[in-house]
């Protein structure tokens, strides 16, 4: 098994199939690596929505304990 | 006029389960009788058969304006023309064919029955390709005239059309009781239940291009037939499950 | 022996917590394999006689649209258990599946078209496997465009899951009558001659790409699943623990 081609401007051109073969291969790289990426950022999308809404309970929580001081034992959500 | 159907629905319902005990006359007096209220209220809507027909007429008028008049061109692409365009004007009424049932609350008294749902969905969509499917296999000879189709084409064409719409409606069921409890499921309608058409439109456009080839075209009338026969007895199934899927909606 | 385990596995949250440890190794084994397949394919297998080196898009296009197909019944394999055991994580599967075996479609019918120019000399051809890959697309399109209309979640589920059974009876007919159709029309100028023997060192490169691909889609399918888990227990006590130490810092 060795490299088919010469040097890497012939493995660039591929007898003038180059641009055929570049083309599929990076638009399938990028389709590939959007399928991975997407659920990444959807996770990371509710993490943040997450976070928000927990410190938007907080400090709900926070300015009720201020009006009214009762020290009730809550369990950590 | 929807009131009037459910009583009738309800009314056969109770009859038949008074007058006769046995299951399977039941299934099938069941059948008749909402056959015969559906058919009764389809022909009095009689904007339910003529637009289909017209949409039918209307755009395949419109082909020759698009392609250019050339009869031998036009004689090339009336058998795959009217096969779209029936296809395409079954579709489009295939919308309707739970519709009005879903709104008024008579699909879920029907769902309520003790019958399996079957045979409420086959009458439905029997009659549904009779004031469609059977009057668009009727009009097509005189469309293939229109569009300079070969003399040995009309008969395959009718008898194709008359078989392949009955698979269309029965396939389309499927699709319809799925979105019924959609809002406008128009667009999405079209999207789920076209490539399902796939093999009915390639084999009704086979039979009558084997016939104006000179070719015996009883092979392909037999595929359409077996789909007709496996349509039959599996589209209803799926279409019932659906009904139930829509009405937990 | 107990069903225990069946139960467990229609949790999402175990579904959750036990890929947590095998998702590293999958990523890495797939893109490891791909990375060795695209080397080799593009660098090292020898050129073809016939199609010089356009022909190592078959590296690309034949894995994408093996994983395609299979990845319909996946897909529809889901639904059925979803709506047989009325399992939770099933439904779940069949929905990330969705988007991924439409963007393999995709890539399949991208790759080929591309790959259709210099051997062809359209990019474009209504063979009988584009064509039907085509349809394949539509398919998918169809299923995600119908779990994503409904209101109510579990409605999109079960509606979606039936779809997807109803194109499984489908897609071997479809298969068959545009293969036939196919034949039928061929034209004689083009002939799409069949390579039936691929040489050794053009086939190992194309096992190892399909191998990375199937690895590939099992990693990016359990990705999809598991966001989407997130997404669906969002209000759940246990994606609020996981989801705590993130949020206080």
Redesign the interface.
Known sequence: ?????DSFAS?IA?????P??W???V??LL??V???V???L??RQ??RD??RQ??QEEARRRTAEERQPQPEPTTA? | MRAESVKQYSGAGESNLGAEGAAAPLRVAGFYTLFRTELTLAVRRRSDIVNPLLFFVTVLAMMPLGIGPEPEMLARMAAGLIWVMALLATLLSQESLFRGDYEDGSLEQLALQPQPLYFPVLAKVLVHWLVTGLPLALLSPLLGMMLNLGEAGYWPLFVSLALGTASLSLIGAVGAALTVALRRPGLLLALIIMPLYVPVLIFGTGTVQAALDGYSYGPQMAILGAILAAAAALAPLAAAGAIRISLEN | MSWQWFHRLGSPRWFYQKTSAWLPWLGAASVLLLSVGIVWGLGFAPQDAKQGNSYRIIYIHVPAAFLALAGYYIMAFCGAIGLIWKMKLSFVVMRAAAPIGAALTFISLFTGAIWGKPTWGTYWVWDARITSMLILFFLYLGVMALSGAFSREQSGDKASALLALVGTVNIPIIYKSVDWWFTLHQPATLKLTEASTIDPSMFYPLITMIAGFYLFYAWVLTLHTRSLILQREWRTQWVRELFAPAARA
């Open positions: 098994m060795q490299f088919q081609f493995f591929m007898n003038g199939h180059g055929y073969v083309v599929s291969y638009v399938a389709v590939l959007a399928l991975v997407q659920p990444l959807r996770q509710l993490r997450f976070g927990m410190r959500s």
